[in-house]
């Protein structure tokens, strides 16, 4: 093996030496140069090993924590005894003067240096010469013939000083000179040290006796204890430490320290660490410490017998020590909150003492075995945290970063005095006044502090102004929690009401948690919702809370209390609360279509989450009216079983919108996959159902389509729309329609709620009116609107739109059937289904899709486009007349047609593509177009067609009433004289041509 290889194997062993063992005495150490360590509070037993000692008990067996196994045993006739909490609460065991001792082997012994500490209290001086500690050859520790020993303590019975000495390998006995008193019932630190020259006798750390030697000590591996010689001690002895090597002035100052304040003595000199009196908290335990000597020695990296590790000091001095010593002895680490500002603190403290200055920083490691993390979140770090105030109301936090069972911080600085901890935040608190630990403005939560819980507490009420995420809520009794208008509150766990959480105006709360609702408390949880106040309208709602598991409409509030019930047709909004009629209260899960399914409701009825209602407006003079929904927040997965072929009246059961593309997806199996919303427009003046105006609103996967006058024949037909088509997010509280295919389960989960708002019309709530228009999801299919007016001017909007997930044939959730029926009307044709959504997989410019037309009414009728979504600029879009072959391009503007009572239901379809090689057909073309002239009120007909083909001329008004018919026409100059100024339409009737051709023009 080359020089190299060696020298770089030493430099290893020395950094793991230096690094990772030093968990000796105060951190000195470790069992490679730590022969033996004896300590009386633990590790005594009372047989070979298996039986600890309790207090007075008979020790038999003591063993060592070097990690040597050099355990001390003895006979049973000279065990010593065993007190507990005798110094400073720790125990020592008494030898009785007599006959008690005890002998380690040690497995390598020493000869060339050795430094012993032991810490001792006489009782009184009872023979010659008491006996402490003596090494000897092997069988020789307790015999009295002095060249067969080697080092050794014991005090002089007539002076009471310690006295101690060394025999050479020569076998010279070689004494120190006795100069140092030891009182009875007084605690010392006894401190030998042999660096192989000289052994020095230390008391409390100050040298009491040395003396040279001029050879080596006589190698020894028995070590006796409680006697020497045939000398006893009576008395106690605590700890006994043996290195097998001579410890530096640094080294032992530390072990000197950490000793002193274990047994709560007091150093004559070096007495560096102060923290271990009760002035200073008696932080006496697993002292340890790092520094260098006045001599220049020094040592870096210390551990004892704690958890804290401390190393790599950035700079030293001579007289530079740094110490820490921890309030608790045996400690069972647990996690407490501190209530000053609201962190996880660990149940232990430490306190350093720092003296010489120099120390400026150092590097941090805990053992985090034994300390139980399993509360604290993993996207929460552990903190050391550092102040000069053991409440830590102040600190310096430095993260911990943890590898494996050890948690460490880089660049830590001490004061003298300072205390240091660990902790962890788990919760942002609103203490009453003050938030606390949050990332947000005011140490509020914010969207990013969702590993951490909220808490609110009792006092003045909490309000959270932006968008917060954490891991759960808590609001406790007497507290209020109020969450803006247009603020989401997010969970990922539950929410425990015992006081009350308000959702203002638009706020929102969202859990995302999997499985059943945790959700608890005996609080309320407030929403407030806004409906009609027209007493003929209905709304469609759905409870977003619950009351032990269900909801009756009976719990509505007003802001004044409990809404009040009637029987009467009318609602009273006089009374205060409110008074609403239960007429108008019903359920519906029926066969499709089937308007007699309509369930009568009571205000005591217990509805499931999920189930929709339906009830009419208040009556009152504005035009919205406020309802409170109070209970415990509806989350979490709900089941509802259905019945095939019929149709569900239900409803968002959150308080936060429910995402419909979700709740689609998730319910495929069981449904057709669009939903339906039902409008009452606001022209209602009846409760009779004939006068009614109101209609369904449509939604799936594909797109949406805006309500339009429900013309089944059970209404009147009549009446327009005000609101928007719906948008992918269904507001709190809305009720709506879907069609049951298969029996089986709806499902509600928390994967299908999201957090959209109606004021950006983000969401569509069918009860209120809604503002402007906001988009938040991109969406890159293309998507075509088609207009149909009919000569009233009541408006049918169709869909036509495109996703890759499609077929050409009918697909749940994308294709949409007619849920209403209208004596005019347009609509696809697929499979003879009448569809007012088709989706198709992409865009075939050979394709030509069916349409199907119903007309009842004879007049004018209008075609165009009302909107488009991500269609190329240069696609044409064709209206074709399926019957003359005529291609109207709807892109470049509105087609007018006038039609006829019975036109066959196929004329018409839609196509890309013109096949008519005579070009596409305008109004305004050249072989037919019309002029007026005011000054004479004539209408003039410009034509290639000859008089002679012109069967009849006929003047219809928009509403399809004939007004003027001229039958073999001679001229083509109309007398408009006798009509009223307006809109017209102008028919021709050929005899060579199956269709009449229409035109529309205006008399003024």
């Known amino acids: 093996m080359n020089i190299f290889k060696l020298f770089s194997i030493f430099l290893i062993v020395l950094f793991f030496n230096n690094t990772y063992s030093q968990t000796g005495p105060g951190g000195i150490g470790s069992a490679t140069n730590n022969e033996l360590w004896l300590i009386a509070e633990k590790n005594v037993f009372t047989d070979a090993g298996t039986l600890s000692g309790a207090d007075g008990d008979l020790i038999l067996q003591w063993n060592d924590n070097s990690g040597n196994a050099n355990n001390a ?3 049973s006739s000279r065990r010593p005894i065993l007190n507990t909490n005798n110094l400073n609460g720790y125990a020592t065991l008494n030898f009785d003067g007599i006959d008690d001792r005890m002998l380690s082997s040690l497995t390598n012994g020493t000869s060339s240096q050795l430094t012993i500490f032991v810490v001792a209290k006489f009782n009184s001086y009872i023979n010659d010469n008491d006996g402490v500690i003596q090494g000897s050859p092997s069988g020789q520790a307790f015999t009295a013939t002095t060249n067969m020993k080697s080092v050794g303590m014991w005090v ?44 020095g006798q230390y008391v409390n750390s100050t040298l009491s006796s040395n003396i040279s030697y001029n050879n080596t ?55 560096f660490y102060t923290r271990d009196n009760p002035g200073n908290g008696d932080f006496d335990h697993h002292v340890a410490g790092i520094g260098q000597a006045s001599d220049g020695s020094n040592h870096t990296e210390s551990k004892g017998t704690g958890i804290v590790r401390i190393s790599d000091p950035s700079s030293l001095a001579n007289g530079s020590f740094l110490f820490w010593g921890e309030e608790t002895k045996n400690p069972t680490y647990t996690f407490s909150t501190n209530t000053s500002n609201y962190t996880e603190q660990l149940n232990s403290k430490w306190r350093v003492s720092k003296t010489g200055g120099h120390i400026e920083t150092v590097t941090v490691s805990f053992d985090i075995s034994g300390i139980n993390l399993t509360d604290k979140q993993s996207c929460s770090p552990l903190q050391l945290i550092v102040d000069n105030n053991n409440n830590f109301s102040s600190p310096t936090i430095y993260p911990l970063t943890i590898s494996g069972s050890t948690a460490t911080a880089t660049g830590v600085s001490f004061n003298n005095n300072n205390y240091f901890t660990l902790r962890y935040i788990d919760q942002i608190v609103w203490d009453g006044s003050n938030f606390h630990n949050g990332v947000g403005s005011g140490n509020a939560p914010n969207s990013t502090n969702l590993c951490l819980k909220l808490t609110v507490k009792s006092g003045g009420a909490a309000t959270l102004t ?3 995420h954490v891991r759960e809520v808590e609001v406790e009794t007497g507290a209020i929690l109020n969450v803006a208008d247009g603020v989401l509150l997010e969970t990922e766990d539950r929410v425990v009401i015992n006081g009350t959480l308000d959702l203002l105006g638009e706020a929102q709360l969202i859990q995302n948690h999997t499985g059943t609702t945790a959700n608890s408390g005996s609080g309320s949880f407030r929403i407030k919702q806004q409906g009609t106040t027209n007493l003929y309208n209905y709304n469609y709602w759905s409870a977003p809370v619950n009351r032990d598991g269900f909801w009756r409409i009976g719990y509505l509030e007003d802001a004044t209390g409990t809404v009040n019930f009637t029987s009467a047709l009318n609602p009273n909004p006089s009374t205060s609360p409110i008074t609403l009629s239960s007429r108008w209260l019903y359920g519906f899960k029926g066969p499709i279509g089937d308007y007699n399914a309509w369930e009568k409701l009571s205000p005591t009825a217990n509805l499931s989450p999920g189930v929709g209602f339906t009830m009419k407006g208040s009556g009152a003079s504005t035009t919205e009216q406020e309802f409170v929904f109070r209970g415990i927040p509806n989350d979490g997965d709900y089941t509802i079983s259905v019945t095939e072929n019929t149709e569900f009246l239900i409803g968002n059961p959150y308080p936060s919108t429910l995402d419909a593309n979700q709740f689609i997806t998730d319910n495929l199996s069981v449904i057709d996959g669009s939903l339906y919303f039902w409008e009452s427009f606001a022209t209602n003046n009846s409760h009779y159902l004939a006068n009614y105006e109101g209609g369904y609103a449509t939604y799936n996967l594909m797109m949406p389509l805006p309500a339009v006058a429900d013309a089944s024949g059970l209404t009147s037909g009549n009446g327009t729309s005000s609101k928007p088509a719906p948008t992918q997010y269904i507001n709190m509280g809305q009720g709506f329609f879907t069609t049951i295919l298969n029996s089986g389960s709806l499902v509600f989960n928390n994967a299908q709620r999201g957090f959209a708002r109606e004021s950006a019309n983000e969401t569509i709530y069918f009860k209120t009116s809604t503002k402007n228009k906001q988009t938040i999801n991109e969406d890159n299919r293309p998507k075509i609107w088609f207009s149909f007016t009919e000569p009233k001017g009541y408006t049918k909007i169709i869909g036509l739109g495109y996703d890759e997930k499609t077929t050409n044939g009918y697909d749940r959730g994308y294709d949409a059937k007619s849920y209403d029926s209208f004596k005019n009307d347009l609509y696809w ?28 009414d004879a007049g004018l009728y209008k075609f165009s486009i009302s909107n488009m979504e991500n269609v190329p600029d240069d696609l044409n879009i064709y209206l074709v007349d399926n019957i003359q072959n005529n291609y109207y391009n709807l892109r470049d503007g509105d087609v007018q047609l006038f039609l006829n009572s019975g036109t066959k239901s196929n004329q018409f379809s839609m196509a890309f593509k013109n096949e008519n090689s005579l070009g596409t057909i305008s109004f305004e073309h050249k072989n037919f177009f019309t002029s007026y002239n005011n000054n004479n009120k004539i209408l003039a007909l410009h034509t290639e ?8 001329l006929k003047i219809f008004n928009l509403v399809g009433q004939e007004v003027l018919s001229i039958h073999a026409p001679q001229s083509y100059l109309i007398n408009l004289s006798q009509l009223n100024d307006g809109v017209y339409v102008l028919k021709a009737i050929s005899k060579t041509i199956e269709n009449a051709k229409s035109i529309k023009f205006v008399k003024y």
């Open 829 to 856: 044709v697929l499979n003879n289904e009448r569809l007012v959504i088709q989706a198709l997989p992409e865009i075939h410019i050979e394709d030509q899709l069916p349409l199907g037309i119903k007309v009842s």
């Open 73 to 75: 045993t003895t006979t």
């Open 466 to 468: 932006f968008d917060a």
């Open 945 to 952: 067609e000859s008089l002679e083909n012109v069967q009849s």
């Open 217 to 271: 000590l006589q190698s020894w591996t028995d070590f006796g204890i409680g006697e020497q010689g045939d000398k006893n001690m009576n008395g106690n002895i605590a700890e006994v430490i043996v290195f097998k090597e001579h410890l530096n002035q640094a080294k032992r100052t530390i072990i000197e320290n950490y000793l002193a304040a274990k047994y709560g003595q007091s150093l004559a000199s070096n007495d």
């Open 156 to 199: 002089n019975k007539a002076s009471g000083k310690l006295w101690g000495r060394g025999v050479e390998s020569s076998g010279n006995q070689r004494s120190l000179p006795q100069s140092t008193t030891l009182t009875p019932g007084q605690c010392y630190i006894i401190t030998q040290d042999f660096d192989g020259s000289t052994i």
